[in-house]
Nanobody, 127 residues
Framework: QVLLVESGGGSVHAGGSLRLSCAASGFSMTGGCMAWFRQAPGKEREGVAAITIGSDTTYYDDSVKGRFAISRDNAKNTLYLDMNSLKPGDTAVYYC????????????????????WGQGTQVTVSS
């Protein structure tokens, strides 16, 4: 059974940093695509960053380029999102998502390309 569990969310002031983690179980990060999405109140879920497992090709939404970094640790079967220079506009629930067989190209940032989702972790950035 595939399970994704996010952690690391919290409340920070603008300019601060957070590291989100997504612990994966039920599969090994040997292929496919893993991604971070976020959803703010009243808005649609949107892609933040993604990584194609194997090639480690990364994708970022323009709003987070240069501030966020996605990475993975195969030994821990964990996906990370390092978030720096946080802005109030980054406030949202952040979700980890996985697609086990195909790379991110052509699938991310569509939510329909990911069958597995975590429960989400809240990130709140105050001004």
């Amino acid at each position: 059974q595939v399970l994704l569990v996010e952690s690391g969310g919290g409340s920070v002031h603008a300019g601060g940093s957070l590291r989100l983690s997504c612990a994966a179980s039920g599969f090994s990060m040997t292929g496919g695509c893993m991604a971070w999405f976020r959803q703010a109140p009243g808005k649609e879920r949107e892609g933040v960053a993604a990584i194609t497992i194997g090639s480690d090709t990364t994708y970022y939404d323009d709003s987070v380029k240069g501030r966020f970094a996605i990475s993975r640790d195969n030994a821990k079967n964990t996906l990370y999102l390092d978030m720096n220079s946080l802005k109030p506009g980054d406030t949202a629930v952040y979700y980890c998502a996985a697609q086990l067989f195909f790379g991110c190209s052509g699938r991310y940032p569509s939510t329909s390309g990911f069958p597995y989702w975590g429960q989400g972790t809240q990130v709140t950035v105050s001004s």
